[in-house]
């Protein structure tokens, strides 16, 4: 079948060839036919080296698709299921699952370290145990989570993750409050999420923060009700705020520079909510007076922060009623012999979100 390779880490090209083969089917299993997937700037990230994986991979994690093959002992599968790929599912009995909280769940990180494909006589791994720049694909069935029939395939893949990440940011993890003022700094795909889920709360101020004007003028489209450059976040807090600091600022880019802003924009008392996945060796640092005395909450969002299959039923619930728009988040399609020019649209900031058609 065809795939995207990455061969070593820090390589700028991925090399689509047609001689993978999917491994690891058996029992607990199921294989999946990718119809679309997301590319996400994760996925540039572990090219990079910033977020850790093993090489040779496959990149992707966002993906959807119809179940080929079902292995034993599989129930609540059937060949012919549509589902999109989640590459962190619960498994239901470890403490964090048991406390609520399966978006910590670490028995999917097993996953990470088995080899998901095979090249001739190399192992080949996926990404985030999956792996979706591929045709087709096996991961256990938990991975596997069914869809309606009116959810179009390339909305179910951002469902998978992107989406989710940036609409439970707002709605789980910081719960943003009614009347409130919100401040997001990076407006990719999972920004722009977020920027929904504070439209859904019902936030009074939210404000776009992005270098890219392409992005700033696409975050109002989505519900920001202003959007502006970096250099331009200050004044914007002062008139806005009467320079007290946003109730909210999500930090959507993963470095610790950005997270410092974000810091330094909240008020006394609110929250600073990261959700960008930053590198091993980023370390960001707050001076222990400012931490006791201004009470700034930092709350930390790792794949939107609450139960990921309400999740998924939650965000397609709103997209059904028309309160979230899922279709326009998708402005670049490709075929997957395209994919490095996906890969240069996404590092320039041009497209918002990428799917990429099997």
């Known amino acids: 079948m065809r795939a995207a390779l990455q ?18 089917f058996g029992p607990g299993k199921v294989r999946i036919r990718i119809r679309a997937t997301g590319l996400c ?18 990149p992707g994690h966002e993906g959807s698709g119809v179940i080929t093959d079902v292995g034993d002992g599989v129930t609540g599968h059937a060949v012919g299921d549509r ?43 996926g990404f985030a145990g999956t792996g979706t720049f591929s045709e087709e694909m096996v991961v256990p069935a938990a991975c596997a989570v069914p869809i309606p029939d009116d959810l179009p395939f ?39 999420s977020v920027i929904q889920g504070a439209k859904v ?13 392409s992005r700033r003028e696409a975050a109002l489209r989505f519900g920001a009700t202003e959007a502006v450059s970096p250099e331009e976040f200050a004044d914007a807090k002062n008139r806005i705020t009467a320079g007290e600091g946003f109730d909210y600022v999500f930090e959507v880019v993963g470095t610790s520079a950005t997270a410092q802003k974000a810091y330094e924009m909240t008020r006394r008392g609110g929250s600073v909510v990261v959700v960008g996945a930053g590198a091993l060796d980023d370390n960001f640092q707050v001076n222990m007076f400012s931490l006791f005395f201004d009470e700034k909450k930092i709350l930390p969002s790792m794949y939107g922060g609450g139960d990921v299959l309400r999740s998924y039923e939650r965000t397609i619930a709103l997209w059904r009623a028309g309160r979230i728009d899922l279709a326009n988040l998708i402005t670049h399609r490709v075929s997957l012999a395209e994919v490095n020019d996906a890969l240069d649209q996404m590092r320039t900031g041009v497209a918002l979100r990428t799917c990429i058609e099997l």
Not at 7 to 24: F, N, P, R, Y
Not at 175 to 189: D, K, N, R, T
Not at 201 to 213: K, L, S, T
């Open 7 to 24: 061969s070593e880490i820090g390589q700028d090209k991925l090399e689509v060839v047609d001689d993978m083969q999917a491994v690891g």
């Open 41 to 58: 700037h994760s996925d540039l990230s572990a090219m990079s080296g910033v977020l850790p994986q093993p090489a040779p991979f496959v």
């Open 83 to 125: 589902v999109l790929v989640c590459w962190l599912p619960p498994c239901g009995h470890c403490p964090s699952c048991r406390r609520g909280q399966g978006h910590l769940c670490l028995e999917a990180f097993g996953n990470v370290a088995t080899p998901n494909f095979k090249r001739g006589d190399g192992d080949v791994f």
């Open 154 to 192: 390339d909305i179910a893949a951002l469902i998978g993750c992107g989406v989710t990440t940036g609409l439970g940011a707002a709605v789980n993890t910081a719960e943003v409050q009614a009347g409130s003022s919100v401040a997001v700094i990076g407006c990719g795909g999972v920004g722009i």
């Open 201 to 213: 709360q019902g936030a009074a101020q939210i404000i776009a923060v992005d270098p890219v004007e």
